[in-house]
Each structure stands twice: as C-alpha cells, then as structure tokens.
C-alpha cells in the first residue's frame, strides 16, 4: 500500500469514510433503476474525524458574482486573456471582433484549457496552453452569422495550442512577448502520425495519400506531460468541427464518434473541403488522438500519437512505473465511453531523452472493466487489452488490423467488454505514484440507456452530479493487469436530497457541495484539486452550488474544502503551479458576463494567476 495509507485496512477505513450510512441508503432512485446495492451495516460516518492538515486556507461560500473569489489572504490577476499578442510584432486585442485570421494567428487562442508550465530556470518557464475551442459570439463581430473563408481561417487560428515563455518580475509572473518558443499551434499546422494507425488506408486523403501528415488538431481539452520534456495535448470533441451540406451515409463507427452529415456549429465545412465529410469522409479519423509537442523547439513538428487509441480524450495522465515503463491513464469523456491505460513497449532511461521521445510511440492499449463487490461502492478491476487477434478483436468481429482497433479503439473497447462510465474526464496521479483518480463528471443517460444499467461505480441513475473514482494498481504496479478501486467522493446536494446518493458521499456538505468536477490535479504535497464543468444555474438540483468552481480535496481525510469560485457563465479548467508551487495558473473558459475586464467589456477566455499575499506555497 502507498504512503498516505499506511494500513491495508487504511484503504477500507477511507471507503468507509467516504460513504457513510447516508452514502449506502440508496433511496428509490436507486431501486428503481435495478440497483444491487444495500445498506453496508458496517459503514459508519466518521465525517468528524476529518481534520485536514494538508488544507490550510479558510473555505469560501458559493458565488454568484462576476468575478474571482479566493479565501482570505489569497489574490489573483491576470496572466493572459484570447486575443493578447503573443509575438512583439502582434497586433494588439481588437475587442469588436474586427481582425482577422492573421491577427488571431499572433494572438493568444480562445477558451483556455489544460496547460502544462515547463520551467527554464527560475524566473522563466514555458508555458503550454490549450486552446479548446472558440466562440463565434465573440470571435466576430457578426457572431457567425455572416461567416467568409478568412472568418474561418480566423476560426482555425484561435484553436490548438498557444506556447509562450513567462519571466517573473518582482515576484509577479507576466507573458513575455518576445519569448524564443513562443509559438501557435493551430487547425492548420502540419503534424505527424506515427504509431499502428500511421499510414493506414483510413487516414489517407486525397491532400494526403501517404496517411501520415496532418494539417493541424483542435478542440484540445486537457493536457499531460512527459518527463522528457514534451507536452501532451488531447483532442477531444473533433467530430464538431466536421460537417457537410450534402446528407450522406454516416457509418456506424463514425456515428459513434459523433460524425454527422449535416451543417456543422463552426461551419468550416462551407469553406475548407477537408471539414466536409462528403468530400473528404477520412479526414474526421486523423482527429482524436493524442498529439505530443516539444514545446522548447519551436520549429518541431507535433506528433499524433496513434498507439494511444483514437477517441474524445480528456487528458493524459503519464506515470514512469517502477520498472521503468511509462504508462498513460486516458478518458474518453462521453456517456457512457471508458477509462484507458498505455503501456509504453520501451522502458525510460533517465538521461536518454533522445530514446525517451520515442516511448509514446508503441505500447500496448488497456480498457477498464470494474468488477462489483456486493453491497459495496468498491471492488476490483482489471485492464482488458486491445490487441489485434486478442480478446475477439479479430476479423470475425470485424477488426482487420491493429490499426483498426486503435482507429476505433471504442468499438474495440466494447468488443472485449469495458465497464461504461459516467464520462470519464481528468485522470490525475497522486504524487505517491500508486493512486490514480478520475473524475466522473455527470451523465444523464445512466440507468436510462441500454448498457449504461447502475452499477457501484456509476451508482446514480440520471447522474447529474459526477463522483470521482480512484484506484491502485495490484502490488502498487501499473503494469499490472488489475486494480482496486473505491470512489473518493460522490458530489451531491444534500440540501435538496437527504437519505440517497444523491446527497452525495459523507465528505460533501452544504458547505462544501458541487457538480460536475472536471479537471483534477495534484500539487507537489498531495492536495486535489478539483475543477468544476458543470450546472451554475444555482436553481433546483443545483440550488445553493453557485457558479463553478475549484475546491482542495485531501485524499487521505477525505475533507473538501472550496477555494476558488469563477465568474458567471465559465468552467474553471487546466491548472499547472509554478516550479516553487507559490502561483498556481488556473483557466477561466468561456466566461459569458464581462470578465475580466468588467464594466460593458465582452468576456475574454483568461488564465488567471493565484498567489498566497504572504507568499507562501499555495494551499499550505
Ligand atoms: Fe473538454 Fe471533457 O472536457
Ligand atoms: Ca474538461
Ligand atoms: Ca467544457
Ligand atoms: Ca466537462
């Protein structure tokens, strides 16, 4: 067992404090959805008995304002807004949607995601943003309604990935404009595939017959990094940005990805054939991988890496096992998709970097398959493997290549039997290296769809709360073919619900409650930190959780506490700390009153810096 549980009942003792008989009283929604799951006559709450000494900040109250609220002694500020220049020779923020694609081109990207801080020294770092998507209600002044090619070039450019150095100047981090890396990455920068898909007659195009060189990726969600120096960055939602006018037979592994025929929200499609899945029906497959960046080389080409399967990926959680391979923790974040695991073929050599850049490129793919304890919100697991001729991926059941199960690793992941989850998003890794976590934001079709029955992973029908499940490798190895897994926390309203799940785990009160956690991190002491995606609407189900939100969890007590709430109308994602852990950045996507400028200005997707006004680590 790991560090912060030192006991093999440890592990018990935490289930145990996490679900008390609140949390094991099912209530009838349970019931009528055909739960299996009674009251644990053991289970007690012992919700007391969490006394964090890893949380030392003062909880805040939900907010409804339009701005960022901290606890006591803590401040923010602005790092970067959409729309800053990140060259010395950019032109400045128009704020009236007025410039084009060669402005936004030089400019920071819209909707900031996950990022990752790689430090230089220390004063000076790079850091990487994702840049998930954008929005036409502010990108342009006829808010979409007037698109031309140049608007959707503009479109493309304030996608992908925005690379930018920051210095520290007086103890206050600011974007330096003259950086050697900074760089944007965008819809139309041309990237590599390598790995088992790479050249595949399904990724050829008529612009590409050798199936290997890609122009761009978008809709980057969450991020992870390598320790040899490269930036993670995973493309998630695609299938939004593809369309046609012409109504043309989707397949069935295409539907499932969510391809469609039919005029697209971005409207690349009227203006660049490659978006029209008539024209170009496989251009939608070179989308939705993982793509790895080296951020210190700004003349480096992205490379799509294949052997990490092809779905919505949320994020990247690499880990170097104790015998020397990497492993990556993956989630596919749609109803009812799966949590993934790679296991990289080559092991990391410390100081090897020039190998190491090759790890990611052949491995072996996993699925998770949650087995349920009775009467319990724990049990085991085990990692089903996607290997062509194994597990029935086979060409009976319609797999010809390895290329094929990593192009439609959901099909495949189906195939061998993978538990569906409630929206797999983070995974993050405790700094123990041996408990993983993930969160589980929401999922409405649970209970109600076929093969998405209740079960104790996913224990709520029509979840609209999320929970986050953790789990440790058998013997503390992430090669290892199984796990045990409990949930950590289950979000609730125990305002509105008492007496069922839906009041949430025994560690979620009416202090401390929420929804739809999201984005997940840990900082170098083992706080979680737990980003909110979700329902602001403060009303019904949701009455009393305000805007969203980041909260500090401490996963061996079990205690929640809030500590930052956002503007009106954002999600708070992507989260990287400064190497002394003494600023932490934190994205403000998609905020929709007027932050952070305020007054009439139009809201501007923001990274925002926290720093403790003592200057202490954060959190501490
Ligand atoms: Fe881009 Fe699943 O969040
Ligand atoms: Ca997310
Ligand atoms: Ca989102
Ligand atoms: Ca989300």
Aim: charged residues 20%; aromatic residues 10%.
């Amino acid at each position: 067992m790991s560090n912060f549980l030192k006991k093999e009942s440890d592990f018990s003792n935490m289930v145990n404090a996490r679900l008390s008989r609140r949390g094991f009283l099912m209530g009838t929604a349970m019931a009528g959805a055909g739960a299996f799951l009674a009251v644990n006559p053991i289970a007690k709450a012992i919700a007391s008995s969490m006394n964090s000494s890893l949380l030392n900040f003062e909880a805040i109250s939900t907010s409804t304002s339009d701005s960022i609220l901290l606890p006591k002694g803590y401040s923010s500020s602005t790092l970067m807004s959409w729309g800053d220049p990140i060259f010395a020779n950019a032109p400045q923020f128009n704020p009236n949607g007025q410039q084009g694609s060669k402005a936004q081109a030089l400019q920071f990207g819209d909707n900031t995601d996950g990022m990752s801080i790689f430090p230089l020294s220390n004063d000076r770092a790079i850091l990487a943003i994702n840049n998930e998507y954008t929005n036409y209600e502010y990108l342009f002044a006829h808010e979409g309604k007037a698109m031309t090619a140049d608007d959707v070039l503009k479109a493309q450019a304030a996608v992908g990935i925005t690379i930018v150095e920051i210095v520290r100047k007086n103890g206050q981090w600011i974007m330096d404009p003259a950086g050697r890396v900074n760089r944007r990455i965008t819809a139309n920068t041309e990237m590599l595939v390598t790995g088992p898909a790479a050249g595949h007659d399904l990724l050829k195009t008529k612009a590409d017959p050798s199936g290997k060189k890609v122009l761009g990726t978008f809709n980057n969600c969450a991020n992870g990094e390598t320790p040899w120096g490269t930036y993670l960055t995973c493309e998630e939602n695609f299938n939004s940005f593809f369309g046609s006018d012409k109504e043309v037979a989707v397949s069935p592994d295409d539907k499932r990805y969510g391809i469609k025929s039919e005029q697209s929200k971005y409207q690349w499609h009227n203006f660049d054939d490659r978006f029209d899945v008539a024209k170009n029906p496989n251009e939608a497959n070179r989308f939705g991988w993982v793509v790895e960046i080296d951020p210190n080389d700004p003349t480096s080409t992205p490379l799509k890496r294949t052997a990490l399967g092809r779905f919505k990926h949320e994020n990247a959680a690499l880990i170097v096992n104790d015998d020397g391979h990497v492993v990556v923790y993956l989630g596919d974040d749609e109803r009812g998709e799966h949590i993934y695991k790679f296991v990289s073929k080559g092991k990391y050599q410390a100081g090897n970097n020039a190998e190491n850049r090759n790890l990611l490129e052949e491995g072996t793919l996993y699925v998770a398959k949650f087995l349920m304890k009775k009467d319990k919100l724990e049990g085991d697991g085990e990692w089903l493997e996607l290997t062509y001729g194994k597990n029935g991926l086979t060409k009976e059941n319609g797999f010809n290549s390895q290329a094929e199960v990593m192009i439609f690793a959901r099909r495949a992941a189906t195939q061998v039997g993978a538990t569906t989850m409630d929206r797999p998003e983070w995974v993050a890794v405790h700094p123990d290296k041996k408990h993983v976590f993930c969160t589980l934001t929401n999922n409405k079709h649970r209970g109600i769809k076929e093969g998405q029955d209740v079960d104790a992973v996913n224990p709520r029908a029509q979840n609209h709360y999320g929970q986050i499940v953790r789990w440790e490798p058998t013997k503390g190895d992430h090669v290892s073919a199984s796990f045990q897994w409990d949930l950590y926390l289950i979000a609730g309203n125990p305002s509105v619900h008492q007496g069922n799940l839906y009041a949430g785990s025994d560690n979620i009160n009416k202090d401390n409650m929420f929804n739809s956690p999201d984005g997940i991190g840990f900082d170098k002491a083992g706080r979680l930190w737990i980003q909110t995606d979700g329902n602001y609407s403060n009303k019904g189900d949701f009455s009393g959780q305000g805007n969203n939100q980041m909260l500090c969890g401490d996963p061996k007590t079990g205690e929640v506490r809030r500590f930052l709430t956002g503007p009106i109308g954002c999600e708070i994602t992507g989260l990287t700390f400064s190497d002394d852990q003494k600023t932490m950045f934190v994205g403000v996507q998609h905020p929709s009153g007027h932050f952070p400028a305020g007054g009439n200005h139009k809201p501007r997707s923001t990274i925002v810096m926290v720093t403790k006004d003592s200057g202490g680590v954060i959190g501490s």
